[in-house]
């Protein structure tokens, strides 16, 4: 039996990628690796994941995922700070989805309580 790769787009199977995270067994150690978990949430439809990593001055009240929605893959375009060494950082991403479109965003993370957590995005041409 071979095992699929995670969405995230790494090489391990899920459940020894994203799928630790989404369980709670383990945390992001890189906002890179929150970005790729949550992006994996988002084709996952794991709406209550990505609150939970949504930094709460900025987190909406509710999250409504369009189950019709299917991304096709994840490219990082590039990474600044977000470390084990670091309380910032960014992570700029393009996110493809069904139909030939795509989403190029630039996010921003922070920790909070020692664990990365999205703030916001800025959509990019």
Do not use: N, Q
């Amino acid at each position: 039996m071979t095992r699929r790769s995670c969405p995230c787009g790494l090489p391990e199977a899920y459940e020894a990628c994203c799928g630790r995270f989404h369980s709670g067994s383990a945390a992001a150690s890189t906002a890179e690796a929150l970005m790729r978990s949550r992006y994996c949430a988002f084709v996952r439809g794991d709406a209550g994941y990505l609150l939970r990593t949504w930094h709460p001055r900025t987190r909406p009240g509710t999250l409504e995922l369009d189950p019709r929605m299917r991304w096709t893959g994840l490219e990082i375009l590039g990474a600044r700070d977000g470390s084990a060494f670091h309380s910032t950082g960014t992570v700029e991403f393009r996110a493809s989805y069904r139909g030939g479109g795509s989403l190029h965003e630039r996010s921003r993370f922070e920790r909070v309580d020692g664990a990365w957590v999205y703030v916001d995005g800025e959509f990019l041409p």
